[in-house]
């Protein structure tokens, strides 16, 4: 076993900073159900600024931003358009339909980023037996197509189609801040082109909990009710917002260092014998690759190698798998990382490749 520890299963294992902590244990408290809060209300201020929106809400997770602006985009028995391997259809436990009452309508895509064409065809006409689509949700980045990023224009030819038949269009922007430093474009340019979004707090910006939900006033009244409808009411949320607050002022654009960091890694796996991973889809801090021989069977006979080794890794099933670059990984971690899954392809699959 490895006293070394590389985790790169996901951004969300990141601890908050010592800044985080302190602003912690300094932040100005109220009751937040009561509007009460100057932390909260400041980090909202901050964020619907941020994206050039009316207001933002504070919520306890991604899962629940994404779950309250389905309910708040769209009426139970209605057509929700998303991306077939679009978080909100494979990770949320079915909350689109079990909760919000939607009908999901997976649209497949290239890399992540819906083609208009697509979206237009599986807009159903208002006919008796269709289901009323009202609602587009696009993903950025694109956690299952490996962190690509969907550029502001992509999501305005998306938003056309979407206008022209009187549909919404919301971002499950879990990682947008990573989207935004990768093109050098500002995050406002995103919340220019949907109706509202969503990003973390708790993934590459470091923040122990949150995401927040930034749209117009009239929708964010709205999903104030949902999100205490859900139980997600907090009272002194400000020990939450005054880590917000400081990734929002700090960790956004040091996220270029993960980046630098997974095409690194992307490289040095790419190097190595039996590996394959495709360099053109890392464009943020995730990375998939693949082993020759490695498939849905045996990925967890290979990830506990790589985990005797110090390194953790996560799956996307059938072999492929994924690394997360993060605040907790410099550059000698890559490297250690690239030599650990060099040794493991060898011992476990030696004979093979
Ligand atoms: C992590 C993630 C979420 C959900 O966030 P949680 O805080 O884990 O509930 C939603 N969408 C995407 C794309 C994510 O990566």
Redesign the pocket.
């Known amino acids: 076993m490895s006293s070394r520890k590389v985790d790169l299963r996901s951004d ?1 294992v990141t601890l908050p900073t010592d800044e985080m902590l302190e602003a912690i244990r300094h932040a100005e408290l109220g009751d937040d159900v009561y509007g009460e809060d100057p932390t909260v209300n400041k980090l909202e201020e901050m964020a619907a600024k941020r994206f050039g929106k009316e207001a933002a809400l504070l919520v306890t ?3 629940q931003a ?1 779950l309250v602006s389905l309910m708040c985009n769209a009426q139970r028995g209605e057509t929700v358009i998303l991306e077939a391997e679009s ?1 909100i259809y494979w990770y949320e436990l079915g909350g689109v339909s079990a909760i919000a009452g939607l009908l999901p309508w997976p649209v497949t895509s290239q890399r992540g980023a819906l083609n208009p064409r697509d979206v237009e065809n599986a807009v159903k006409p208002l006919d008796l037996h269709f289901s009323r689509p009202t609602l587009v949700c696009v ?1 950025n980045t694109h ?1 299952r197509h490996s962190g690509t990023v969907i550029t502001p224009e992509e999501v305005k030819a998306v938003k056309k189609v979407a206008e022209k038949h009187g549909l919404r269009l919301y971002m ?1 922007g ?2 947008i801040f990573n989207a935004a430093v990768a093109l050098g474009v500002d995050v406002k340019s995103f919340g220019d082109c949907v109706d509202n979004l969503m990003f ?1 707090l ?2 590459g910006l470091c923040c122990p909990v949150g ?1 927040v939900l930034v749209g117009s006033s009239a929708f964010i009244q709205k999903a104030r009710r949902a999100r205490k409808l859900l139980g997600g009411g907090m009272r002194q949320a400000g020990i939450i917002a005054a880590a917000g607050i400081v990734a929002l002022e700090k960790m956004v654009d040091r996220l270029k260092e993960d980046h630098e960091n997974a095409k690194l890694l992307a490289a040095g796996l790419a190097k190595l014998n039996g590996v394959k991973v495709d360099p053109e889809t890392v464009q943020s801090n995730i990375v998939c690759f693949r082993v020759d021989g490695v498939g849905a069977r045996n990925e967890e006979e290979f990830m506990k190698e790589l985990k005797a080794r110090g390194v953790l890794v996560s799956s996307f099933g059938g072999g492929k798998l994924r690394m997360v670059t993060h605040y907790g990984i410099a550059k000698e971690d890559v490297e250690y990382a690239v030599a650990a899954v060099e040794s493991a392809v060898q011992k476990t699959f030696g004979k093979n490749v």
């Open positions: 969300t997770s991604g899962t994404n978080h993903e956690n499950d879990a990682r973390c708790s993934k995401s």
